[in-house]
């Protein structure tokens, strides 16, 4: 991923004891070893997801070449030749949004135990709140990608349309093994999604909430605050800024904040935009806004469709219009 994150003092944020967030150096303890490395089995395959879903051409030409020629059984084959070996690669796309959702789940419930604070976790366990940023980077970006493929659906739905053809017909289907009913109908809510992989750590956030009871929610929300704060101030803060050796550290930074935000809104109960929020979303979104606005359009989208209380009336006129 290139130079992450610089040194960051949590003197500069709102709330919290004075520490260094070091997302780019950050090594783990003894103690955040055996979750560190469960989160990194699955880390070290996320850049080889991102290039295959990046070098996705889709079988758009096949595809139409054999509905429009229905009875050339020589076409027909050929679009099914082409469609195979890339619903295998949807499969894996899909079967990696699982991992990373355990992924989060082991991270989420190290860095909310009791008896510490989110704010002292973080100071304590750096190297797994690098790895929880590397998480939302890698979504963001996927999900960034996944937008702009129309091939992807394209392909399933015409997979999935043949392959009830050819049950109808008795037909046998190779890659039928590879993907089946159940599996495919997964797979399809999942590609239905604007942002499928947002969805899922959304939803395993919530869930992780749901099913820890004895643990308060704030430990899991203040968290994510926490994170959205440091990212924010280190993009706003010149001092900060000056030290990035290279552009891939702000697109970092601003994944990750908007990353932290979604899931704080789906989260907490009132959600990310009121004014009881813990996280500065005009000071967030002026901070994205002040990027070129091409590298950062699919985050502010990100915003204004991924999130769950944007249009609540708690919601200020000012949030709604920066948002427009």
Request: net charge negative.
């Amino acid at each position: 991923m290139g130079n992450l994150l610089k040194v960051l003092t949590c003197t500069d944020l709102e709330q919290g004891p004075n520490f260094f967030l070091d997302f780019e150096n950050a090594q783990p303890t003894e103690s955040e070893k055996e979750i560190y490395n469960q989160v990194n089995v699955v880390l070290k395959d996320a850049e080889g997801i991102l290039e295959d879903l990046q070098s996705y051409r889709g079988a758009g030409h096949e595809i139409r070449e054999a509905i429009q020629h229905p009875a050339d059984e020589k076409l027909q084959e050929k679009a099914w030749g082409a469609v195979v070996p890339l619903v295998g690669k949807l499969k894996t796309f899909y079967e990696f949004s699982q991992r990373l959702e355990a992924a989060l789940r082991g991270l989420l419930g190290a860095l909310t135990s009791t008896p510490y604070s989110p704010t002292q976790h973080l100071e304590r366990e750096q190297a797994l709140a690098k790895q929880f940023a590397e998480i939302l980077h890698f979504t963001l970006r996927f999900d960034e990608l996944k937008m702009t493929n129309p091939a992807i659906q394209n392909d399933f739905s015409y997979y999935r349309r043949t392959l009830s053809r050819m049950r109808i017909n008795n037909v046998p289907a190779e890659g039928e093994n590879e993907v089946n009913n159940e599996l495919a109908n997964r797979m399809s809510l999942f590609y239905a999604e604007a942002t499928p992989m947002l969805k899922t750590l959304s939803d395993a956030t919530t869930k992780f909430v749901s099913e820890n009871k004895n643990l308060p929610i704030e430990n899991t929300t203040d968290c994510l605050s926490t994170m959205a704060s440091v990212c924010r101030v280190m993009l706003e803060t010149p001092e900060y800024r000056s030290r990035f050796t290279n552009e891939e550290t702000v697109s970092f930074c601003l994944r990750v904040m908007v990353g932290v935000i979604i899931l704080y809104d789906h989260v907490h109960p009132v959600g990310a935009f009121a004014k009881t929020s813990k996280i500065d979303m005009k000071g967030c979104i002026k901070v994205l806004k002040d990027q070129p606005p091409n590298s950062v359009e699919g985050l502010l989208n990100a915003l204004r469709y991924t999130t769950k209380h944007l249009n609540d009336e708690t919601t200020s006129k000012q949030i709604k219009s920066m948002l427009q």
